[in-house]
Nanobody, 118 residues
């Protein structure tokens, strides 16, 4: 079991930056992959960025070069640095922990709203 708590969302103008944080209730060394997803109104939830235990990253094409996922192992926290924000980045952002221990288990945070005004 793992609890995830996101923070850092808010309202920002286009071109601005925000940093989201996701604090896990257990060591992120025990989590195979941490990721950020987002869901805009009327749209499906989509993967934004992911970071594996081995340090590999992948990003949605729409955020490459603008967003960066990183982690602080000592704080059991994963970050999403979002730069050059666009109105189309407006969504609820969710932190995800993907764990493979025999079975696959997915855990989600409660979400944090990001609103980018034009």
């Amino acid at each position: 079991q793992v609890q995830l708590v996101e923070s850092g969302g808010g309202l920002v103008q286009a071109g601005g930056s925000l940093r989201l944080s996701c604090a896990a209730s257990r060591s992120i060394f025990s989590i195979n992959r941490m990721g950020w997803y987002r869901q805009a109104p009327g749209k499906q939830r989509e993967l934004v960025a992911a970071l594996t235990l081995g340090g590999s990253t992948n990003y949605a094409d729409s955020v490459k070069g603008r967003f960066t996922i990183s982690r602080d192992n000592a704080k059991n926290t994963v970050y999403l640095q979002m730069n050059s924000l666009k109105p189309e980045d407006t969504a609820v952002y969710y932190c995800n922990a993907y764990i493979v221990v025999g079975a696959i288990k997915d855990y989600w945070g409660q979400g944090t709203q990001v609103t980018v005004s034009s």
